[in-house]
């Protein structure tokens, strides 16, 4: 652990503490962020994406 730590320049503690969190949430740990505002504008989009979408087959089926 010391090489790891000095590589990565954190103390072995940090290194110790971010095991330990791991190891008590698993994977879920380290896959969560807080969310922001940008997270309310990307599911506006999506949503406007889905619009557009669908709009666009219903365009399409009338031309056929």
């Known amino acids: 652990m010391p090489r790891v730590s000095r590589e990565l320049s954190?103390?072995?503690?940090?290194?110790?503490?971010?095991?330990?969190?791991?190891l008590a949430a698993g994977e879920a740990s380290l896959?969560?962020?807080?969310?922001?505002?940008?997270?309310a504008e990307i599911a506006r989009l999506k949503g406007k994406i889905g619009d557009l979408a669908m709009a666009y087959e219903r365009l399409e089926a009338k031309t056929d």
Do not use: H, M, N
């Open 10 to 22: 954190v103390t072995a503690a940090e290194l110790s503490a971010w095991r330990d969190a791991f």
């Open 31 to 39: 896959k969560s962020r807080p969310t922001d505002d940008r997270d």
